[in-house]
């Protein structure tokens, strides 16, 4: 049963997908989208009323706040490439905004940094982020007592909003 399943290939895996970022320009160098794949997905945010409630006479009534209530970060683990080409863009992206080594503020939060990022999943939907600015690239565990496992960065970002296409 379990094998027919997995030919069918009705699973919606939560760990086998794509990143694509837009082009960031002649700022970074980056006039191409930047694609690879990624081994765990953001997590796509709840999207949720919140309301007020307010006593009248004895009875409640809620009212549905304006606006909404929406994490705006988000994170995904990847595969550091063989050349850490990967990891060398989105540390320069986040260098851009503020440089800690040099003390820097660079660019800041402006339009410049910020761009749209497509997140595809193998067989399944697409969600696309706008706005999207880097805010961290995970350290990296160097251990020379284990050979041959990938090493992987996890990269979090905020945006402005998010998509299903």
């Not at 970022?21 to 191409?32: H, K, V």
């Not at 905004?97 to 399944?124: C, F, K, P, W």
């Not at 600015?133 to 990938?150: A, C, F, H, K, Q």
Request: hydrophobic share 35%.
């Amino acid at each position: 049963m379990v094998n027919t399943i997995y030919q069918m290939g009705n699973d919606a895996l939560q760990n086998q997908g794509k990143v694509i970022i837009s082009p960031l320009g002649t700022i970074l160098d980056m006039l191409e989208a930047l694609q690879f794949r990624i081994t765990t997905l953001p997590n796509i945010p709840e999207y949720k009323i919140e309301f007020n409630d307010f006593s009248y006479k004895g009875y409640t009534i809620s009212l549905a706040k304006p606006g909404e209530s929406l994490s705006r970060s988000s994170s995904f683990v990847f595969r550091v490439d063989k050349y850490w080409n990967v990891y060398k863009m989105l540390k320069n992206w986040l260098k851009l905004v503020y440089d800690h080594e040099q003390g820097d503020a660079g660019l800041g939060d402006t339009d410049a940094v910020r761009t749209s990022m497509t997140i595809a999943m193998d067989n399944g939907p697409t969600w696309t982020f706008t706005g999207v600015i880097p805010e961290s690239v995970s350290d990296i565990g160097l251990d020379n007592t284990d050979s041959g496992t990938p090493i992987t960065c996890t990269f979090t970002f905020r945006y402005v909003g998010v998509n299903m296409i």
